[in-house]
């Protein structure tokens, strides 16, 4: 204690003594002691001398020193050495420097020294320090400085290196004040940095100054900070100079920092421009009901270029992102953190009157008609009549013949008045309508009635939901497209064609499966696509392409897609193989980003070549054109403009989500012409999010139609050299929204095709259209026992495109026992939805997933629909997934920002979904569970997120005694089940805290106001896992679709905790589930340590963001080391 005040007094009086001392001796003796003090020290130790006045007391004895004439470089050397090293410690050195005269007094040393490095050093590196602060720097280019500088810094010699070397970085340093970067360009300095670099760059052979190419290209950087520095690097052809610099470099590992500072100043100054579009308005727009022409968004047309955020570089575009917008990436900003107590308790209310609610009766038949059916029967005692009369329709054949099933295929519920199921059984001989419909009924377990009134969930007027012969309001779609229909005059498929003309994957696709049975010879000539089909459909289980030309027909799309993508027809099975992470490409990354240099250094090197718009009447090519072609005009196909840059390079940009200037990240869109064996590269310029899994391992999925046809109809990862970064084009001021970053983003990827002429269709993810989605239904329902299973599809209302959001209920049969009929009344709700981003694609294998296990003979599943009835909306944007859109509906908007007050014209699915689980709670059928499936863009593994009150008031900080709180914690029982039961979840990665930025989503909503405990958002990545049994692994559909099974059986361990076991049936059931005791007894113990793991915001040694130009620290100079004798400087001298 006392030895430390000594010694900072001890310090504080030898400071003192050298600050006012005159005499050479002393000051000399001081300067060593110093030196000796700090050299044994650590930066803890200059830190405290500077907070000891150190700094001022080293620059005082510098203005001292010079009053003595001839300098005495005794002094003047080992001071100096002091500077530099406390100097670059104190961010107010240059300040302090300036006040007290020193930056005047270096300056004239350094006119004054002989040219001997030894003494030209010093003065150099001091000086780069006082620069480092930016008034100083100014002032010092006042004085002329920089003209000093210039006449140091030579071509390329072998002589006095460490001086230029000290002499450019004193000049960089000075360059990052604006105004002496100005004067720089004034004086024409930046062709002469340009020129010194060449130089340098093309002499120094053995790489033996890097530190002096490095501190130039300093200089460079610096100069560009500005625009009229962007302007004049142009104009003095730096582009192709660093380029060609970079590119002979290689891939010399010594040189690779010299080539990443080239890059960055290449990418930063690669002028801004806007995407290569009219507008980057959707293509498409949807006129909303019940709004006035002037209230739609505003009007699709042209920029006015200069509105373009062309401007901007000189702006710090910084650390990006703090608006993500998803469930992803979660903001972990505290601020967002929910912290009023009273919102964080679930406060059960109603959104509405209860008498609206009555018009949800229906989509729970299971209780009203059902249960009145049963109740009745039992009060009456007319226990001879089984209940499962309903039930024992004979189980159709899978399949019919198309009259019958197309019949059939009608799925939805005309409207039903809410009374109309008093009467039961004997009125299916009532019933006088056509056929089908009441053996459809029927065979649903439901009594018929009368298509009388007016169907309760129209949401948007005029359009109704006559089953078959609705015609959907051609005012509704505001087609832009200059013409909308004569892109592709397809070859109908003989047995494929429908009333619409509809053609299956296009004219190549047609030829390709016409031709198939030279294809495979397992096929014999006389297969017609016909047999094809039903060879697919027996290998495919739960598609049929018969089932989904139908289905397809009946789909209404904003962009009347003319043919079906042949993925979608002909089905898809998930490899056997499992597909790995692709590791990062390594390498290649600077390749691509050259090449994108290259065509703004030798703009005629690029064919620029439009392929594809959809805007535009299609492209007459000629005969020999070995050009790709695309196309999108088919279900949840986005393509806009394909750009044809190099012979084998394709720009391609992605079309916005209707009725919105924004959402890039889908893509789905088909090409053929290509050539075997040859790589072309794809590039998508207008992504929006800064960053991508991309960029971690994540390729883009791939459908040949020849490999299908060759009975391999899969989907699979392709695509090699994958890189996701920041490109030169900007987002238009109105869609940045004053966002920080205004730039899009490219996505390369390289593809090498099996087969020429193939037609191959790719894709972000796995597609699943909603088309695939009623087929899939359809096909589940036919193919499961009714006197085992009720299964029942409903509409739950038209959307606003006019097509049927599908609601199913799942259960077992119950018995006609009265314990049984009791078992069947008390069974609790779980609720399920998905596909509310349709981008998503992921959540709907995941849905797919749950609904075949639900339906399957599994001893769980059937232990499942014993326990639990099943309310699944499987696709809560079918508008959005037939369109193509990423995030939103046809509204423009987050569907999944609507669940606070969902509007019933603009938001109908989500208005009924929540009117649904409403009515659940106001008959105390409240569900135990709620899910909403998900997609999630930037992070590995399938987790969770749910809704914690003392997590959350933990998360924050909050100063509310969490110990007082009460909290159920049964939200955490599911995500801990399946963290064991299911290889792909990890509850490392779940989080359960409620941002106020997520107030309005399914999960929050649900949870607060229908009061349910356990409600959540379940993300599945895009990517693969970094855990588990599938680390390493990219998740295909086959695990995706695991994944919703397991996500069912792990339902099964709710049961377990929460029912007696008194009850036979589920007594019977609790074995099939193996959990460990452990699991029951870490219930209740505390967990605060839900970490969410993000991925990096991007890993230092990818330089995706160089646009940023993040200065990296200076290596911190040690004087001795420059000046070390041995040095090539001092051989010289010595000669
Ligand atoms: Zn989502």
């Keep these: 204690m006392t030895s430390a005040s000594g010694n900072a007094t001890g310090l504080e009086v030898l400071l003192s003594t050298l600050k006012s001392s005159h005499d050479v001796q002393s000051t000399l003796s001081i300067l060593q002691i110093l030196d000796e003090l700090l050299s044994a020290g650590t930066v803890k130790r200059i830190s405290y001398m500077i907070s000891k006045g150190g700094s001022e007391a080293l620059l005082h004895t510098l203005v001292n020193m010079t009053r003595i004439f001839p300098p005495n470089y005794h002094v003047f050397l080992p001071l100096m050495h002091l500077i530099v090293k406390v100097g670059q410690r104190d961010k107010g050195f240059g300040q302090k420097a300036q006040e007290i005269g020193a930056t005047d007094e270096t300056l004239n040393l350094l006119k004054v020294s002989p040219p001997q490095p030894k003494y030209v050093i010093p003065c150099l590196w001091a000086l780069k320090i006082y620069a480092a602060s930016a008034s100083t720097g100014a002032a010092l280019g006042n004085s002329g400085i920089m003209r000093l500088l210039f006449k140091l810094i030579s071509p390329y010699t072998t002589k006095n290196t460490k001086s230029i070397r000290a002499a450019t970085e004193a000049l960089s340093a000075l360059l990052k004040s604006k105004w002496n970067s100005r004067r720089a360009l004034d004086n024409g300095y930046i062709q002469w940095l340009l020129k010194l670099y060449q130089d340098w760059h093309q002499r120094d052979t053995q790489n033996k100054y890097i530190s002096i190419h490095k501190a130039l290209l300093k200089c460079i950087r610096n100069i560009t900070n500005t625009q009229m520095g962007k302007k004049a690097f142009l104009q003095a052809d730096g582009m192709r100079v660093l380029l060609s610099a970079s590119r002979a470099c290689g891939s010399t590992t010594d040189l690779q920092p010299i080539v990443k500072l080239a890059t960055q100043i290449m990418r930063r100054c ?69 912290t009023d107590v ?26 009203i008609g059902y249960f009145q059916h049963l109740r009745d029967e039992q009060t009456n005692g007319q226990d001879n009549v089984s209940c499962s009369a309903f039930f024992t329709t004979p189980g159709h054949q899978r399949h019919k013949k198309t009259r019958e099933w197309q019949e059939d295929l009608i799925e939805e519920d005309p409207p039903m008045p809410h009374n109309s199921f008093s009467s039961r059984g004997a009125n299916q001989m009532d019933l006088a309508d056509s056929g089908g419909e009441s053996e459809r009924l029927i065979k649903n377990g439901c009594a018929p009635i009368q298509d009388s009134g007016r169907c309760p969930e129209q949401p948007c007027g005029g359009i109704t939901l006559k089953p078959s012969k609705h015609k959907m309001k051609e005012t509704h779609w505001n087609m832009q497209r200059a013409s909308a229909d004569s892109s592709e005059k397809n070859i109908r498929l003989q047995e494929v064609q429908n009333t619409r003309g509809t053609s299956v994957g296009g004219e190549e696709s047609s030829r390709l499966l016409s031709q198939s049975w030279s294809i495979n010879t397992e096929y014999t000539p006389h297969d017609s696509p016909r047999k094809l089909s039903e060879m697919c459909r027996e290998m495919i289980p739960f598609h049929d392409p018969y089932v989904y030309t139908i289905m397809a027909e009946k789909t209404k799309s904003a962009t009347d897609y003319q043919t079906l993508a042949f993925p979608d027809y002909w089905g898809h099975t998930a490899p056997l193989y499992q597909e790995p992470l692709t590791g990062q490409w390594c390498g290649h990354q600077r390749d691509k980003i050259f090449e994108d240099i290259q065509r703004f250094v030798n703009p005629g090197d690029s064919l620029n070549k439009v392929i594809f718009d959809i805007g535009s009447l299609p492209l007459v090519t000629p005969a020999e054109d070995v050009s790709l072609k695309f196309n999108s005009n088919f279900e949840s196909g986005n393509l806009r403009k394909a750009i044809q840059i190099r012979k084998y390079e394709y720009d391609l940009i992605m079309n916005a989500d209707i009725n919105t200037d924004l959402q890039h990240q889908w893509f789905y869109f088909k090409i053929c012409g290509m050539r075997a064996g040859i790589p072309y590269r794809f590039n998508i310029i207008n992504c929006e999010k800064t960053n991508s899994q991309f960029n971690y391992g994540m390729q883009p999925v791939m459908y040949s139609v020849h490999e299908a046809l060759c009975g391999r109809a899969h989907w699979v990862r392709v695509g090699s050299d994958i890189y996701y970064y920041k490109n030169h084009y900007c987002r238009h001021s109105a869609v940045t929204r004053g966002q920080k970053d205004t730039s899009y983003y490219t996505l390369t990827f390289t593809i090498t095709f099996l087969h020429s002429k193939d037609v191959c269709y790719l894709a972000y993810h796995y597609p699943y259209t909603y088309s695939t989605l009623m087929t899939h239904l359809h096909l589940l329902k036919e193919s499961l026992n009714p006197d085992q299973i009720y299964f029942r599809h409903q509409i739950l209302c038209s959307t606003l495109g006019g097509n049927k959001c599908p609601v199913i209920t799942i259960t077992a049969s119950p018995g006609s026992q009265p314990e049984q009929l009791h078992q069947f009344w008390n069974r609790q709700y779980v609720v399920l939805t998905a596909r509310v981003h349709p981008g998503e694609s992921n959540a709907s294998w995941v849905m797919k997933g749950t609904l075949e296990f639900l339906v399957s003979d599994d001893a769980i599943a059937r232990s499942l629909r014993d326990s639990y009835i099943f309310k699944i909306i499987p696709m809560l944007n079918p508008d959005g997934v037939i369109n193509g859109c990423h995030r939103c509906s046809l509204s423009g908007e987050d569907l999944n920002r609507q669940w606070s007050e969902p509007n019933p014209d603009l938001h109908p699915t989500i208005y009924h979904a929540k009117g649904l689980l409403s009515y659940m709670r106001s008959i105390s059928k409240t569900p135990l569970v709620y899910c909403d499936y998900h997609g999630h863009s930037r992070k590995k593994n399938v987790f969770m997120y749910g809704c914690s009150l003392k997590e959350t008031l933990w998360q924050a900080r909050s ?16 995500p801990k089940v399946l963290d064991r039961l299911s290889p792909a979840f990890s509850i490392n990665h779940c989080c359960f805290l409620v941002q106020k930025s997520r107030e309005a989503t399914a999960r929050v909503v649900v949870w607060r106001e229908i009061g349910i405990l356990r409600s959540y958002t379940m993300e599945s990545t895009y990517c693969g896992c970094d855990q588990g049994k599938y ?3 990219q998740l295909g559909t086959r695990e995706l679709e695991e994944m919703g ?35 029951q007894n870490d219930r209740h113990m505390s967990r605060s340590d839900v970490s969410v793991d993000d991925e990096p ?25 420059e000046l070390n004798m041995s040095s090539d400087d001092e051989l010289e001298l010595k000669k």
Excluded at 287 to 301: F, K, M, R, Y
Excluded at 342 to 367: A, F, G, H, M, S
Excluded at 1047 to 1064: H, R, V
Excluded at 1098 to 1117: G, R, S
């Design 1097 to 1121: 915001p991007c890993p230092e040694e990818i330089d995706y963001y160089t646009d940023n130009c993040a200065e990296e620290d200076d290596d911190h100079i040690d004087l001795v080391t």
């Design 270 to 338: 690669y002028p801004k421009e806007p995407l290569p579009l009219l507008t980057v308005r959707s293509c498409y727009s949807f006129v909303l009901p019940n709004t006035a022409d002037s209230q739609i968004l505003e009007p699709p047309g042209r920029f006015p270029q200069e509105d373009v955020a062309v401007k901007g570089n000189d702006e710090k575009e910084g650390d990006e992102d703090s608006t993500e917008n998803e469930e992803t990436g979660y903001n972990e900003d505290e601020d967002d953190l929910e």
């Design 1031 to 1033: 680390k390493g692994l």
């Design 1045 to 1079: 099974a397991k996500f069912c059986a792990g339902l099964l361990k709710l049961k377990k905790d929460e029912w007696s076991c008194s009850n036979q049936l589920v007594t019977e059931d609790v074995g099939l589930l193996d959990f460990d005791n452990e699991l």
């Design 959 to 974: 100063s509310i005694d969490t110990a007082t709180l009460k909290e159920d914690i049964g939200y955490r029982t599911i």
């Design 342 to 367: 009273t919102r964080l308790r679930p406060n059960p209310q109603l959104d509405r009157p209860v008498e609206e609610l009555k018009q949800y009766e229906r989509l729970c038949p299971e209780l």
